[in-house]
């Protein structure tokens, strides 16, 4: 993201060779590391010489609203900082400086990045130029993050078999990723034949919160036609689970997200056509593919409290603090550069000395 002013020009992106990607941008989880970069060109000395500092703060927050968007309920997960650069290290008109970071997730499983009308939890990088003289700075830029879980999946031991009348199905498992097919084998058998036009497939998300809104919605769906009355069926179906769904979420205190596979027939009727559910599978959407596991050591965030429920949190609650993102920086005695490339190790790292003491609330 770019800022072009008469007074300076700023710059701040996010590098990143994850493979994981929704709609072009990266996806990050527990133990990921984000990568970005400052850069900055300041034309107006007078502007320059009233720059106190260049600030970054990483965030994330998540939010229970009414139809209304009226906020019931509201807490800051995090608030991490950093300062890239202080008014002690003289900066030259008209000549770009860049500034890099490193902002290290925990091994904390936190909410999904989501956007609806009853809940939000968003992620964010905001960088700050603070004036001299200034309390209440506004960020310039806000870079948005993508976070998400590590959500374990199985592959069923058989397949999951279910019978409603004269119809039945098979599916190979319950338990799905993102972009993944859902396969379905589809059965018909009668002496007569059956008024059925068609058949469809839709994946259903549901959302509650704590508030007791419930939202749910089509993700995918899809119909296959038949031409004829059938007396016997015997159709592979499929069903696409979209690459930007949701993950299932049932370790929130917050919220819940859950989703049904609902198999439903088009009937012929005197005036027209209706549909007829006959199935109705629960499926389990996670993060990573059959057979692999998630880090041990990964806890989730609703068994913390957070640097920011002093306010509403009693002297009895005993839970430890949620371990915040920090900034890191390479250890040697020019920060401002990554090491020489070894290829026999990787570079280490020290928690950056910039890292508040106080956690930073964003308003």
């Known amino acids: ?19 994981w990607r929704i709609h072009g941008q990266p ?10 970069q400052v850069l900055l060109q300041v034309f107006d000395a007078q502007w320059l010489k009233s720059l106190d500092q260049i600030r970054l703060v990483f965030h994330g927050t998540e939010r229970i609203q009414d139809d209304t968007n009226e906020v019931l309920q509201r807490r800051q997960l995090f608030g991490s900082q950093s300062k890239l650069w ?20 925990p091994m904390i499983q936190f909410p999904p990045s989501m956007d609806i009308c009853q809940y939000r939890c968003l992620y964010t990088i905001s960088l700050f130029l603070d004036q001299s003289g200034c309390h209440a700075s506004k960020p310039e830029i806000n870079c948005p993050i993508l976070l998400m879980p590590l959500i374990e999946t199985s592959r069923s031991k058989s397949p999951i078999c279910q019978r409603q009348g004269k119809f039945s199905l098979s599916t190979p498992s319950l338990d799905y990723v993102p972009n993944d097919t859902i396969p379905i084998n589809f059965f018909l058998s009668t002496d007569q034949p059956l008024s059925v036009s ?9 959302i509650r919160t704590t508030s007791g809104a419930q ?38 205190d917050i919220v819940t997200v859950s989703y049904r596979l609902l198999v ?28 692999i596991r998630s880090p041990q050591d990964l806890q989730v965030y609703s068994v913390f409290r957070t640097a920011f429920d002093g306010q509403n949190s009693t002297s009895s609650d005993t ?17 401002d550069f990554l090491p020489p490339y070894d290829s026999t190790r990787l570079p280490s790292y020290e928690k950056s000395s910039c890292h508040p003491l106080q956690p930073t609330l964003v308003s």
């Open 1 to 19: 993201m770019t800022l072009r002013t008469d007074q300076y020009h700023l710059t701040a992106s996010i590098q990143s060779d994850i493979d």
């Open 215 to 252: 939202a749910q919605s089509i993700l995918a769906s899809d119909q296959w036609p038949l031409s004829q009355p059938p007396s016997s069926i015997a159709l592979s179906l499929q069903l696409l689970i979209p690459d930007d769904a949701t993950p299932s979420v049932s370790y929130s």
């Open 27 to 36: 996806v990050y989880g527990p133990g990921s590391v984000i990568q970005g």
């Open 86 to 105: 202080a008014n002690k290290y003289p900066l030259l008109l008209n000549t770009e400086y860049t500034f890099p970071f490193y902002i290290e997730i």
């Open 319 to 335: 839970r430890p603090l949620l371990p915040p993102p920090f900034f890191i920086r390479e250890q040697q005695s020019h920060g």
């Open 198 to 206: 068609g058949i469809q497939l839709q994946l259903q998300q549901t």
């Open 264 to 291: 439903r027939i088009k009937e012929r009727r005197l005036l027209g056509y209706s549909f007829r559910q006959l199935f109705d599978l629960p499926i389990h959407i996670g993060t990573l593919g059959y057979g």
